[in-house]
């Protein structure tokens, strides 16, 4: 397996633009989630599916951040409008079940937003 | 509310033992965790540990479970420029087997 993949790799956009994220769990992951790492916040926990429903988005900060997973294989996190302050590197992970949750990490979108 | 702390950096001379330390705050938490993250990658699992035991090993790996003190800790014997990374700590939050919270992470580095 080619473990969890995310694109793009890098994003540089104007303030106010659509930026979409990508990410492909593992084949068989039930589980999805969104990480944001900032130097000031750390590792955040953004939002996370299981069977591709969404269970907890408390920590998507605000409106303008959406989160699908239309079906096993793929998943999206959407901004619109960006703000300079989302600049930050968006991480994926994926689990196989609520036993272990060892949680395997994509490498990451690193967002810069100007 | 869930808090997870750990002291930002640390370093170390090539071949001592390293010890990142992290304190927790949810009691029901059952699993515990060690992640590491290299420059410009994700966080990779490096071993875990469940919440009814004191100690694993695994290799130059050790984990310390102090649940009294919700106080856990990671040893990295014969420490290795190859382990110049972030290490963070994680807890599964409120009981939940679905939910992760992570430290802010240890920047450990090597001195030669």
């Known amino acids: 397996d080619a473990g969890v993949i995310q694109s793009p790799r890098h994003e540089v956009t104007e303030m106010g633009q659509e930026v979409t994220l990508r990410c492909k769990p593992i084949?068989?992951?039930?589980?999805l989630f969104w990480y944001r790492q900032t130097m000031m916040r750390g590792l955040e926990l953004l939002i996370y599916f299981n069977n591709n429903v969404p269970i907890d988005d408390s920590g998507m900060p605000e409106d303008r951040f959406s989160a699908k997973m239309p079906n096993a294989s793929f998943s999206t996190l959407k901004i619109q409008p960006s703000e300079p302050r989302d600049s930050a590197v968006y991480f994926c992970?994926?689990?196989?079940?609520?036993?272990?949750?060892?949680?395997?990490f994509g490498s990451g979108t690193q967002l810069s937003v100007l | 509310g869930e808090d997870v702390e750990q002291s930002l950096f640390l370093s170390v001379r090539e071949g001592d033992s390293s010890v990142i330390n992290c304190t927790y705050t949810d009691s029901s938490s059952t699993y515990l965790y060690w992640y590491k993250q290299e420059p410009g990658a994700g966080l990779q699992l490096l071993t875990y540990?469940?919440?009814?035991?004191d100690m694993k090993q695994d290799q130059r790996l050790t984990v310390l479970l102090n649940k009294k003190d919700k106080h856990l800790s990671l040893r990295i014997a014969d420490t290795q420029t190859g382990d110049s990374a972030i290490y963070f700590c994680a807890e599964t939050f409120g009981g939940s087997a679905s939910k992760i919270i992570f430290g802010s992470g240890t920047r450990l580095s090597i001195r030669p």
């Open positions: 084949s068989g992951h039930d589980y």
């Open positions: 992970a994926s689990s196989f079940n609520r036993k272990s949750e060892k949680l395997f």
């Open positions: 540990i469940f919440s009814n035991m």
